[in-house]
């Protein structure tokens, strides 16, 4: 029996697909944080590469991805579609049950899809240096492996409480040459501010994005880089799904159900977006994006536009949002901890074509381990939501043969530690955090 | 250009190749430690299935992978085979660097090639409970893997300081279900004694060794399961040289030189062992296997019959051994410090058709990570040894154009501990051993 279909590298996708001229009413711009007004590239070009800002702005259909980028995509892409037959079997269901195995790159996640672009777009530039923030660590890692492959340097500011908690990803963000610090830091007017008040803070993405940022707005040779939410990273990283429709043809399937975690929206947006076009032409297929129940931005968050970090200094996004200064219960999938989610994802499920989904953390360990017992692979506790997810579609009616389609985000080799507590019966799951929503969404920007 | 080729799932090979009967002089078998006469398997059944022992024994060139082995293997394999043109770019060399993949197994090493048919024959045969040793904790996250997919009991004995130091490792064997000690324990006779003496004590494989024996010796259910040295291992691991000889011939190439690390044999030969018989035949290959300076089994050993373990009770192999009392100096590379070596690795030195090479620590490091910038990819401390090897290849002459195949066995995502004591310039060379090598050489039995 097929147990998986691989493509060589020539049958790689070579440009990327724009979901955005697609989505019926569009997506609205980003405004200026000052004006109001619908900002242009000339003002974002203080942090962002021109290369990017194209992509973030493109109505372009399909976009070609660079030789030099592709020749790196190349070390692990494109990553294999597996058919998850044993946990077929365990479940007892008729569904068949394929998962995108993003696992591969070397960095363990699907984050290095957008780096490895977006490091090559500042080179092109002369940019000498990027930086970035990072929660758990996935996205900081995989920029550290892109800025290594152009011999840009790179500063990540990374959450305190993960700095402390996951040495290994400082480690390995450290071995590909970046210079990795705790947020908040005294390196930057925000971060030294925030310690003076607060000199035992954990941090948060919040707080790190905005010292990225300052950092990057303050030297003429840096920029800025971002793993999620923006346009452009969600086009880099529609390379799963371009590539997941191929090897669905070989394998002589077509999706009933699209399942993927949300946290920023680039994972499940890479898988997803290219069926969109089917969809729009009247392909009966189902997309299911699950996200944690301690911080349901689409289930329970509001579409205005918000500020993408605490400070309230990035631009202002059109998206689901709990309120930027929402801060998220620790639940152990800090990759789905965020108070916004992309304009795009946002989008589609204001045009219903997404259906959102409140998952609880325990059930999703659960899956996890099932799954590991199942497939052999430890998934990370982001990529558990997904799990769980494509579980309940294929118990809906185990009778049903239907097609599940999920993307595998990343491997937990690195956040066994979380395990450990949930074998440990150290995890519990959060009540709705009502009152700290109601909060923050009273202090959304007024526009 | 061509980075990497894959094959599909329809081209991995469905047998093993068993280089024993092309092995010029054969390979000695096993003596019984007590009468010193060969070993014939009904003795051996105590603690090995017939499936394995079989397999041990045979004098077959091709053996049949068993479907449901073949169904397993397929979640990562074939593994992909990359061409490591930035490395080659860096160096400024003319050769030509290839690597095997193996770290795209769930385990992250090639450790999974040899569990998963353990797991199999066991099961067939009616076990209910396999036992191990574990050093750094790569074959114990292999075994629980594949004990996990054919639903056997698996209790790992790991040795005690990497218990306490790798964490992570040991949760991975408990996601999968297994049950993991440290070693020495209180659950065996051998283990209880050691405790008694040496309360302190940080173990070592030949005691963890051992106690899996012990363990599986006194219940009917159990048997035990070894991670390398013996033939059916490396009957298991030539699936890694069988894919690399198909995909090497569709990139058009042919291996000048082939290297690996050096532990117990299992990668090296894995990979290796399917060109022999080219070599035999005439094909100019040399065939470069590495090990560390500080254990050097093949560079200063002796070819002698030897235990397996400290206490001396496993079969009497016939190999390069340092002595089975001798206890390395504490490198990082866990995996390469064995006194031991297979017998059929052993065989490929004394025929000259393997070339051995002592290699540093600190130097390995530095290859590791000079690889890690150029191919994005981290290796695991054991895998170092064999970058370094390749680098050493490829500089000898770099104008001279040859074609270099190394086994890439296993990532260092969980390794990232031994890197940061590397960068913080922690870790050390070892002088060489001269005593305690001449100590345990004198404690060699007497055949």
Redesign the interface.
């Known amino acids: 029996?097929?147990?998986?279909?691989?493509?060589?590298?020539d049958e790689m996708p070579t440009q990327w697909y724009n979901v955005v001229p697609d989505l019926p009413n569009g997506v609205l711009p980003p405004l200026d944080p000052e004006t109001k007004q619908p900002m242009g590239p000339e003002k974002l070009a203080a942090v962002f590469p021109m290369g990017l800002l194209e992509q973030e702005m493109s109505t372009e259909r399909f976009i070609d991805i660079p030789e030099e980028v592709l020749?790196?995509l190349?070390?692990?892409r494109p990553s294999?579609l597996?058919r998850a037959?044993?946990l077929e079997k365990v479940l007892g269901t008729k569904a068949k049950i394929f998962f995108k195995n993003e696992a591969?790159s070397?960095v363990?996640s699907h984050k290095?899809n957008s780096a490895v672009p977006q490091a090559y777009y500042n080179k092109r530039e002369g940019v000498k240096r990027l930086t970035t923030e990072t929660g758990a660590g996935q996205w900081g890692c995989a920029l550290s492996?892109a800025t290594?492959?152009f011999d840009l340097e790179c500063k990540v500011y990374m959450v305190r409480v993960s700095f402390d908690q996951k040495?290994?990803r400082k480690?390995?963000m450290?071995?590909?040459?970046a210079n990795v610090v705790a947020s908040p830091s005294m390196e930057t007017r925000t971060g030294r501010a925030i310690l003076e008040k607060m000199p035992e803070t954990h941090g948060s993405l919040g707080i790190a994005i905005s010292e990225a940022l300052e950092d990057a707005s303050s030297r003429e040779d840096t920029k800025y880089a971002l793993g999620s939410v923006l346009n452009h990273v969600i086009l880099h990283q529609s390379i799963i799904g371009l590539e997941a429709k191929k090897q669905m043809e070989i394998a002589g399937e077509y999706p009933d159900v699209i399942v993927g975690c949300c946290g920023g929206g680039s994972n499940f947006a890479g898988l997803a977006s290219p069926y969109i076009p089917d969809y729009l032409n009247g392909r009966k297929i189902r997309f299911v994006g699950t996200e944690p129940a301690s911080c349901p931005t689409l289930t329970a968050g509001r579409l205005a536009y918000d500020f993408g970090d605490v400070a309230g200094t990035t631009p202002l996004l059109y998206m689901y949002t709990l309120g930027h200064d929402f801060i998220p219960p620790g639940i152990h999938a800090g990759g789905l901890r965020y108070h916004g989610m992309s304009p795009i994802v946002s989008a589609m499920v204001r045009e219903k074509i997404v259906e959102p989904v409140q998952l609880h953390q325990l059930e999703c360990f659960e899956a996890g381990?099932l799954f590991?017992?199942a497939?052999?692979?430890?998934p990370a506790p982001e990529t558990c939501h997904a799990i769980r997810g494509a579980i309940i579609e294929a118990m809906r009616n185990p009778e049903e043969p239907k097609t599940i389609l999920f993307n595998f985000s990343g491997?937990g080799?690195?956040d066994?530690?979380s395990?450990?507590r949930y074998?440990a019966g150290q995890l519990h799951d959060y009540a709705y955090p009502a009152e700290a929503i109601a909060q923050s969404m009273a202090n959304l920007p007024k526009i």
Chains 1, 2 share one sequence.
């Open positions: 029996m097929m147990k998986k279909i691989v493509l060589r590298d020749e790196i190349k070390i692990w294999p597996v037959t044993t591969v070397p363990g290095a492996l290594s492959k040495p290994y480690s390995i450290q071995t590909f040459g381990v590991a017992k497939e052999g692979i430890i491997h080799l690195i066994m530690a395990y450990d074998f």
